[in-house]
């Protein structure tokens, strides 16, 4: 069956560096979501990528979706303490519309 | 707007006790799905319902049943209670009109004993 999975688990930098975590399914996407759960929190949706190569934006995060839909990546610019969190990516194959397969996550930490 | 609200927020119970577990949808979503998460890890697909029936289903055995309502609100329960069965459980309401697009509740937190 279909396994997304990311890296890095856990990701510790300094305020100001930079961020990047990779999603990888074993399967095509029909379309692909980030999550970010901050700690003892809920995961609360960022955004969702659909077309193949899509990248997109949002203030410090770019989003990308690979050409083939099998891999995406989040980056984040100049790290806050705000950018605490565990940030997922979540995934359906084309024809599974309601099994939408979540990654283990990256749990980012962030030093003032 | 309402969110998703899901309740009890915490719960202990011993091994073999069943346990039932309510989320009311946000307003205008028609689909609630329920997510099971262990520690450190990523919320695992248990099931979703959508018009009062299951309409997909995880890796999960029969002993993780559900419901859903007419006002679409839905109930996770789970039987015979193993203590690997001890999670942050999940519930997601969602809209195709939204896209698909999951709002989570904050979570019912169970300790199995």
Redesign the interface.
């Known amino acids: 069956g279909q396994q997304v999975m990311q890296i890095p688990q856990y990701q510790h930098v300094q305020e100001g560096e930079d961020f990047t975590t990779y999603c990888n399914s074993s399967t095509t996407l029909s379309n692909i979501q980030w999550y970010k759960q901050r700690p003892g929190g809920h995961p609360v949706f960022l955004i969702q990528l659909v077309k193949s190569g899509e990248v997109k934006k949002q203030k410090r995060l770019t989003f990308q979706f690979g050409e083939a839909k099998k891999n995406s990546s989040l980056h984040i610019t100049a790290t806050q303490t705000t950018d605490v969190g565990t940030y997922f990516c979540a995934g359906r194959e084309r024809g599974d519309e309601w099994d939408m397969r979540f990654g283990a996550g990256t749990r980012l930490t962030v030093k003032p | 707007e309402t969110g998703v609200t899901q309740s009890p927020t915490h719960l202990i119970k011993t091994r073999g006790q069943q346990v039932t577990l309510r989320c009311s949808s946000q307003s205008g979503h028609n689909t609630v ?1 329920w ?1 099971q998460q262990a520690l450190g ?5 248990i099931f ?1 319902y ?1 018009r009062e029936e299951e ?2 289903r ?1 890796n999960f055995p029969p002993r993780f049943s559900g419901l859903q309502f007419p006002n679409y609100s839905s109930e996770l329960n789970v039987n015979a209670l193993e203590l690997d069965d001890s999670a942050l459980y ?1 519930c ?1 309401s969602s809209s195709l009109a939204g ?9 019912s937190r169970l300790t199995v004993l």
């Open positions: 799905s997510y890890q990523g919320p695992q697909f979703q959508y309409n997909g995880g999940l997601a896209a698909n697009v999951l709002t989570f509740g904050a979570g």
